[in-house]
């Protein structure tokens, strides 16, 4: 069986890793939500060794995962758990830093609040979270093709592209310290607990 592949996760994995090495430089465990394809996973755990990553997503994922994780394995890169928004609990397990990309505009709305919710009342403070995907700012688009995207993803009954403002009320204790502009007119949006 031939691993699942994902184009986008070979074209940004490098622009993102030198952003996680700036802001988890002092990180000793991450959680990845929806660590899909298990690409970037097996990129960052290898290029972050001074962390623990933990992978996670929905269990008809996992196989892919374990795939990627067996053809690249690196001592601190843990299989998945299952890990869905809105199903289960938050994991039992400590976490002093979370990433996750392109998953929130794939989740609806309802999804997406509770994961901010989760996220601030989980990372201890200091804690880091790293959000990688299209965003809008005050409802505004940064391209015309992240308007034809959200108009795909809704019509395909996703959530659509969420907005920075909304996920700042939503992630209460969550501060907003980097909005940074990463390939394909994406965002990495860098998180921090606050005291």
Not at 23 to 50: D, P
Not at 103 to 128: C, N, S
Request: hydrophobic share 35%; net charge neutral; with cysteine.
């Amino acid at each position: 069986m031939n691993k699942p592949f994902s184009q986008a996760c070979e074209n940004n994995k490098e622009p993102i890793l030198g952003v996680l090495k700036q802001y988890f430089a002092q990180t000793k465990s991450v959680l990845e939500i929806g660590s899909g394809t298990g690409q970037h996973a097996v990129y960052l755990a290898k290029n972050l060794a001074h962390l623990q990553w933990q992978t996670s997503d929905a269990s008809n994922n996992h196989a892919g995962i374990k795939q990627w994780i067996a053809a690249y394995p690196s001592s601190n890169l843990k299989p998945p758990i299952s890990f869905v928004i809105g199903d289960d609990k938050w994991p039992e397990t400590e976490h002093d830093g979370v990433f996750s990309a392109n998953t929130a505009h794939i989740m609806q709305k309802y999804e997406v609040k509770l994961m901010m919710t989760m996220i601030a009342e989980r990372l201890p403070i200091g804690g880091m979270f790293c959000q990688y995907g299209p965003f809008t700012q005050k409802g505004q688009f940064s391209s015309q093709s992240n308007i034809d995207f959200d108009l795909h993803l809704k019509s395909n009954g996703y959530g659509g592209v969420r907005d920075i403002n909304e996920l700042q009320m939503w992630g209460q204790g969550l501060n907003l310290i980097e909005n940074l502009s990463m390939p394909a007119n994406n965002q990495c949006l860098v998180w921090r607990k606050a005291a």
